[in-house]
């Protein structure tokens, strides 16, 4: 049997939770476990959620390699959660005929809320790896945990970027710095928007110009005049992979561009975006769960999971939500290894007595949770792109680079188009 112990030392060779065993344990056998997967297939996300999927394909992988649960292997059953509709379905479906014990999701807040009712409802433990809006917690559902963190995380760590990391490289007065929030009006981009707002006042900064737009918007070279002429020096952007495209796409157009772009969420700091961007991403900071460029002294055995992402995958990770959720899942198994089983209410009190140091993991977090279901040894990292690659820069035990205060230069005007003089 898998004790927890035993997941937590899978170290190197399984979830990255601590030293490496002194001997591999034996395969897992026996009938399988069987725990959903929900996580949507289809939309503009889906590369995103897809890529939390793969985090917990691979923390699956390790657990079986490491000798299951209790000595049976783990099989994910996957369903899609393109809408919370469809999610809460799902949910119903993968819990009635699918006899799921447990499920993972699903990397979308509306989805998530809808499919961890229907879990509560059907008193089916429900482990949100990567979602982070705060209502998913906030209800206080009986067996509903997540392991990364909150919506508002990203907000504050970005503010704090402009103060800690922009005003020394620019030798400025903080307070001096014009800021810009630019978010989109659905789910994160509020809830970051909101949280921007409220650390820009806590920190006496001044936050010049907050602009929102809807979800779908294709034109942004008006929100890029509105920055212009409001003399914006840092961005604070929070949007959907193609708001991210469409954007740099506006400055280039506009012949315009601020200092400093901070992005917040999982697709600044996806590897599609940088390439359907280009080299033009380049100098962008981004707030994120911590990426695989990442201090492995803070992070045991990232390089493993990296290399298992390779192995499995044969790509490199796009981006660190696979690591969150493959970190996340490992969380979570050792609490249903601590509980025997997946039992409702001893889960919950093995969940609850979590206590997992932070950087002992392989992306740096920690497990404590609240009775809400929340972990509290989670955060966000303050990344940078850097020669193509996100690569953490603040704060300074998880960091593998100096952060650069640049963006990297417009590239030339297409063909036709008339060229404007940056201010």
């Not at 007065?173 to 800021?179: E, M, N, Q, Y």
């Not at 992005?263 to 695989?292: E, K």
């Not at 992070?299 to 298992?308: D, H, K, R, Y």
Request: charged letters at 15%.
């Amino acid at each position: 049997m898998l004790t927890r112990r035993g997941v937590l030392l899978a170290g190197a060779t399984g979830f990255g939770l601590g030293a490496a065993p002194a001997r591999a344990p034996r395969a897992a056998q026996g009938p399988p476990v069987p725990l959903g997967a929900l996580f949507p297939l289809s939309g503009e996300a889906a590369l995103l959620r897809d890529e939390a999927f793969r985090g917990v394909v691979l923390a699956v992988n390790a657990l079986n390699a490491a000798g299951g649960l209790g000595g049976r292997p783990v099989a994910l059953k996957r369903a899609d959660a393109r809408d919370p509709v469809i999610a809460a379905g799902a949910a119903k479906a993968l819990i009635q005929k699918g006899k799921v014990s447990a499920i993972f999701g699903t990397a979308a807040t509306p989805m998530a809320l809808s499919a961890s009712a229907a879990a509560a409802l059907a008193g089916i433990p429900y482990f949100e790896l990567t979602a982070t809006g705060a209502a998913v917690t906030g209800r206080g559902l009986p067996g509903v945990f997540r392991s990364c963190p909150e919506a508002a995380s990203f907000g504050t760590v970005s503010v704090a970027a402009t103060e800690t990391v922009l005003a020394p490289l620019w030798k400025r007065a903080p307070g001096s710095l014009r800021l810009a929030v630019l978010a989109t009006n659905a789910g994160l981009g509020q809830a970051v928007a909101e949280a921007q707002a409220a650390a820009a006042k806590s920190r006496h900064l001044t936050l010049a110009q907050t602009l929102t737009y809807p979800a779908g918007t294709v034109d942004f070279l008006p929100l890029v005049r509105a920055l212009e002429g409001a003399r914006i020096e840092v961005v604070l952007h929070t949007g959907f992979a193609n708001d991210i495209v469409l954007f740099f796409r506006a400055m280039t157009e506009g012949r315009w561009q601020p200092r400093m772009v901070i992005g917040c969420g999982p697709a600044y700091a996806m590897a599609d975006t940088r390439a359907a961007v280009g080299s033009a991403l380049d100098g962008t900071l981004a707030v994120d769960f911590p990426p695989y460029a990442i201090d492995q002294h803070a992070a045991p055995g990232v390089a493993a999971v990296e290399s298992a992402y390779h192995t499995r995958y044969g790509a490199a990770p796009r981006s660190g939500l696979s690591l969150a959720a493959y970190v996340g899942a490992g969380f979570f198994f050792a609490s249903m290894a601590k509980a025997g089983g997946t039992d409702h209410a001893k889960l919950h009190q093995a969940v609850l007595q979590s206590d997992i140091a932070c950087a002992t993991t392989a992306n740096g977090w920690g497990a404590a949770f609240d009775e809400g279901g929340q972990n509290r040894r989670a955060g966000t990292v303050l990344a940078q792109w850097q020669n193509g690659r996100a690569v953490a820069v603040s704060p300074m035990a998880l960091a593998v680079a100096e952060p650069a205060g640049a963006l990297a230069a417009l590239p030339p005007p297409q063909a036709g188009k008339a060229a404007r003089a940056a201010p």
